[in-house]
């Protein structure tokens, strides 16, 4: 089954083609310059129908939550305008597309993880763009499953994971926000998640498997329970490890407001596709030992 996947470097690109090597799926990654998702409608076609996709997974995305806030027009070219034309694209081809989406489609005000039905709310431009995003490719493309995840790390590219490690070379303590909660998830677990909607979708045209479904790690954290994990992995292997001073939201100000609750019921993918990822505890270990080996290979 070939998989044409947006986007070349990004986490969940390059967790798939990881994840994707030596099985039934050949993972065909389509970024700049072939495909920008900010150029030209025609051309966005012609690189989406020249790859020859069984399926499309949509996964490149502006996502720079901060910058984003200065920057809407790119953030809604990107994040609405270029999704749309993937999804009219795969319409064309009559191919099923999964489009990647988030938790920040909601305001973080429940009290209780969301599940999909629940109305969305967002607070900031990337979230607003995304959701848009979603809604364009449902309008475009029935045959489409959007997967809202979270909080994704791995060890490509710049995340919290590696931030954590980065900042714990050359101070004691690091200030980590502890009054929003979500469900860190590693990209590598959401890529075999990917894979078994994939096949799911491409095997079945039951319209149960299309719409919005949650994707996120079993279990959840504070960002600074997360780092406290964090370095309790690092210290496992050898690699850098230091206090977790837990502040508030309100004492780290970011141009983005993030929703305090970010946790997402994945409840329904486990029901329909029969995909649950694993606790994020046991991933989180997994990625760490990996960035710290190979910090450890570079320096
Ligand atoms: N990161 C998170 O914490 C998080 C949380 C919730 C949901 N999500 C969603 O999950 C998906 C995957 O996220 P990720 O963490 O893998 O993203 P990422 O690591 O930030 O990578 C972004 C990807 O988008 C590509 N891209 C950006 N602008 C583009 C353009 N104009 N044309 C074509 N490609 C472009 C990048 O291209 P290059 O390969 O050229 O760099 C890169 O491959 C996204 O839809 C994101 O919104 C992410």
Redesign the pocket.
């Known amino acids: 089954m070939r998989i044409v996947v947006?986007?070349?470097?990004?986490?969940?690109?390059r967790s798939l083609v990881e994840r994707g090597k030596g099985g039934a799926f050949e993972i065909v990654p389509l970024?700049?310059p072939d495909?920008?998702?900010?150029g030209s409608g025609d051309a966005m076609v012609s690189a989406i129908e020249s790859a020859r996709p069984d399926i499309v997974v949509s996964?490149?995305?502006?996502?720079q939550v901060d910058k984003a806030e200065h920057d809407r027009e790119l953030a809604y070219a990107?994040n609405e305008v270029?999704p749309r034309t993937i999804a009219q694209a795969a319409h064309r081809l009559g191919v099923p597309l999964i489009h990647?989406?988030?938790?920040y489609v909601f305001d973080g005000n429940k009290h209780s993880p969301y599940v999909e039905t629940d109305v969305t709310g967002p607070t900031s431009v990337y979230g607003e763009s995304?959701l848009a995003g979603e809604q364009a490719v449902l309008a475009q493309h029935e045959n489409s499953a959007v997967l809202r995840?979270?909080?994704?790390y791995s060890p490509f590219?710049a995340?919290f994971v590696k931030t954590m490690l980065r900042l714990a070379r050359d101070r004691d303590e690091v200030e980590v926000v502890a009054d929003q909660r979500g469900n860190p998830s590693s990209?590598l677990d959401i890529a075999d998640g990917i894979l078994v909607v994939a096949a799911n979708m491409v095997g079945d045209d039951n319209s149960d498997q299309r719409g919005i479904f949650h994707m996120t790690s079993n279990g959840e954290a504070s960002w600074a329970e997360f780092a406290e994990a964090i370095f309790e992995a690092s210290a496992e292997v050898g690699g850098p490890a230091v206090r977790v001073k837990h502040i508030r939201t309100a004492d780290y100000p970011t141009a983005a407001r993030r929703p305090p609750n970010s946790r997402l019921d994945s409840g329904k993918l486990f029901r329909i596709h029969g995909v649950r990822l694993p606790n994020w505890r046991a991933s989180t270990k997994d990625v760490v030992e990996r960035v710290v080996r190979m910090t450890d290979q570079e320096s």
């Open positions: 947006t986007g070349r470097e990004g986490q969940v690109v970024g700049r495909l920008d998702l900010a996964a490149a995305a502006y996502t990107i270029g990647l989406s988030t938790d995304k995840t979270a909080w994704v590219g995340n990209a």
